[in-house]
């Protein structure tokens, strides 16, 4: 920590699941910018602490884990502009993925915005498979600066496949290990996405089964994934982007693969996962991007373009569709098993 090799610095405390009781924590939102979505004209790209702050107050929301929002300005822009691939840029503007966004996150929560710090928990993202070492050293230096809370990891964003943490990314997953950090992960059941599959995924939780994972965007609804997870003591599954999450058909679990639900009713479907689950899911907003606009190359060669919109009081109607006691539980006991162990 700093403070006494430094000297009028703030010490940052870690804030501890008792300071947590009852309250409302939104499991997964963004903070910082996108420069290659921004570019590209799609939207959203960015959210600010004091933005996200704002709307928690506005909908009675406590806390909030957050992360880097997608990309990293170490890929190269313009390569991506031109042929949606992701490569280092040249000159660097960056030593590794996500070392300048994981630093600006916390010092945009601890250092420059009034009343983030406590309610705002920054998780660090990661790379799996590109500047492993260098991301690792930076990151550890990070958290004996700043409280981190965990790991997130979005590999269809970066072009980089979640299995990786089963080889050259395995460092990650023993750091949060050490440090008693979750890892939340990108999720999806669309065949196309061999980067985080559900079945990927849940490949690596059960190869670490002494590591906290959360499996994002209910798992693409799909039901047989949905039950290996919370038969899972080390997986709980979120609800980020509900609202948005039952419209696109194509990336979901076919009809016959489906979680039974109505799906013209996105409050109705987080009901009735959150009585069939109730010990696993988690509620989450994924705000800025419960609105999506945007074109997401695969690692098959396919193409999905989203044109979705929802809103933060949306995703809050979800949570507050639920009676008193499940509400407490998505939104609070289980999400601090999953934050805290």
């Known amino acids: 920590m700093i403070g006494a090799e430094n000297p009028g610095m703030t010490v940052h405390k870690r804030i501890t699941r008792r300071q947590f009781d009852g309250e409302i924590i939104d499991v997964h939102t963004h903070v910082g910018i996108a420069l290659c979505t921004y570019l590209m004209g799609s939207y959203p790209y960015g959210q600010s602490a004091e933005s996200l702050l704002y709307k928690m107050n506005a909908n009675d929301v406590h806390a909030a884990a957050a992360f880097p929002t997608w990309e990293s300005v170490y890929f190269d822009a313009a390569r991506f502009l031109k042929d949606r691939v992701r490569v280092a840029a040249r000159p660097r503007i960056a030593a590794a993925p996500y070392v300048l966004e994981n630093r600006l996150l916390c010092e945009e929560v601890y250092d420059k915005t009034p009343g983030a710090a406590g309610r705002i928990l920054p998780f660090a993202a990661a790379d799996p498979a590109r500047g492993v070492e260098r991301q690792l050293s930076e990151l550890e230096r990070l958290a004996d600066e700043y409280p981190i809370y965990g790991i997130k990891i979005s590999g269809v964003m970066i072009q980089s496949s979640h299995r990786h943490l089963l080889g050259k990314g395995a460092t990650f997953v023993h750091l949060a290990r050490e440090r008693n950090w979750p890892i939340l992960l990108h999720s999806t059941a669309y065949e196309g996405d061999r980067f985080c599959h559900n079945a990927i995924n849940l490949e690596v939780a059960r190869h670490y089964r002494r590591v906290r994972f959360c499996l994002a965007h209910c798992l693409g609804f799909d039901k ?38 109505d799906y013209r009713d996105y409050k109705r479907v987080f009901g009735d996962l959150v009585r069939a689950y109730p010990a696993t899911m988690l509620w989450g907003s994924d705000s800025p991007a419960y609105t999506c606009v945007q074109r997401r190359k695969y690692a098959d060669g396919s193409q999905v373009d989203f044109t979705l919109q929802g809103s933060y009081e949306q995703e809050k109607a979800a949570l507050d569709s639920l009676d008193a006691r499940r509400r407490l539980a998505v939104a609070n006991r289980n999400t601090c098993r999953f934050l805290f162990g």
């Open 224 to 261: 047989a994934c949905l039950d290996e997870a919370d038969a899972m003591e080390n997986v709980w599954v979120d609800s980020a982007a509900m609202k948005i999450q039952v419209e696109p058909d194509e990336i979901l679990a076919p009809p016959g693969q489906r979680f039974p639900s």
